[in-house]
Each structure stands twice: as structure tokens, then as C-alpha cells.
């Protein structure tokens, strides 16, 4: 039985949702970058980074190919850097709107009880 599209993009967005693998997919955005220079960038040590990157491999996410003894990573896709700047916008809508509420929270003086 296939899996509906419903179930099949929750499991697309589960898979983004780490932020070791936001964070390669950011800095993959620039283009395709080595493993020594993807663990140069992050916080992460060598088997996080190796276990984030073959989940976004498996994912399709992600390519990978050997240069030498080197492994160079790229994104799958440009619709995936297109879906990273959306969330982005997203998010700038997001906080741009707390931020007008907090200013009109600290505007505001509670009314006094009587």
C-alpha cells in the first residue's frame, strides 16, 4: 500500500528537523563543501555530523561523492535551498509579529482593580 502524500511530506519535514541538519543544508547552499569543512563550520563532532549527513543522504537531501579520500556533500536539490529561505521568510513574518505584540504588551498599563 503507498504512503499518502500527508504521511510522506511528515516524514520529509521529521527529517529536517535537527538542527545539525539545518545547518549543513545552510552552509550547503554556498555550494559543495568537504566533510572537513562542514565539521570546521558546525559544532559538532566527526560521528554527529557522519550520523546528520547520512540521514539527510538517505533522505535524498544530500549527495555525496568521493574525491580521493575526500567526501564532498551538495544539496539534492536547489528547491531544497528555496524551501530554506521560505522558512526564513516564514520566520521573519513570525518573530516581526511577536515582537509587534510584545511592543504593544509593554505599552499597555494593566488597568487598576478596584
Keep these: 500500500m503507498p504512503v499518502p502524500l500527508y504521511q510522506a511530506k511528515a516524514d520529509f519535514f521529521r527529517t529536517l528537523g535537527h538542527p545539525v541538519r539545518i545547518r549543513v543544508l ?6 559543495p563543501l568537504a566533510v572537513r569543512d562542514l565539521l570546521a563550520a558546525t559544532d559538532v563532532g566527526a560521528p554527529g555530523l557522519s550520523q546528520q549527513l547520512a540521514v539527510l543522504r538517505r ?3 544530500v549527495s555525496a561523492t568521493r574525491e580521493g579520500s575526500t567526501v564532498v556533500y551538495a544539496l539534492g536539490s536547489a528547491d531544497v535551498a528555496e524551501l530554506l529561505g521560505a522558512a526564513r521568510r516564514i520566520l521573519t513574518d513570525v518573530i516581526a509579529g511577536q515582537g509587534e505584540l510584545l511592543a504593544e504588551l509593554r505599552e499597555t498599563r494593566p488597568e487598576r482593580l478596584t
Design 26 to 31: 545552510e552552509l550547503l547552499q554556498g555550494g
Design 59 to 61: 533522505a535524498g537531501i
